[in-house]
């Protein structure tokens, strides 16, 4: 069974993003719900509305995840997890995303893990100059794990 990924953020991103993984992997429609929440909405109306759309999709194990720990998507999310089948991760970004996709069919505590690392690896400076002239950086996984 796969995993489903469920991104509120601030409006746009979470739209955003889910429109970016359809880019690059368009068959995973169906395993990315989005909601984002308008400037301010109601944490009672957004939680509302949160919880809709994970009973109208079932009891599939859901990874939620969320832009800006403490900010209202974040809140409404750790609410939403409670008593469910289902994680928070937040500081979501593009890579972390791409990562939940490709391996969405992992278990969730596994999922977790692939976020929380896609999300750090695809925070990096990069050189200005020639790509030789970049420092390389440790990663706390496996030297083969290196898909987005």
Known sequence: MSTRIFIIAHAPLAHALR??????????????????????????????????????????????????????????????????????????NLPMLLRTVCYRSEPLDALVQRAVVGGTQGVMQVAVTAPQNQNSRPHDQDRNDHQQ
């Open 19 to 92: 429109e970016c993984a359809l880019h690059v992997f368009p068959d995973c429609a169906e395993s990315v719900m989005v909601l984002d929440v308008p400037p301010q909405a109601p944490p009672e109306d957004t939680l509302a509305q949160a919880r809709s759309m994970l009973t109208t999709h079932g009891t599939v194990p859901t990874l939620v995840l969320t832009d800006v720990f403490g900010a209202t998507p974040c809140n409404v999310a750790q609410r939403l997890v409670e008593g469910r089948h289902a994680r928070l991760v937040t500081g979501v």
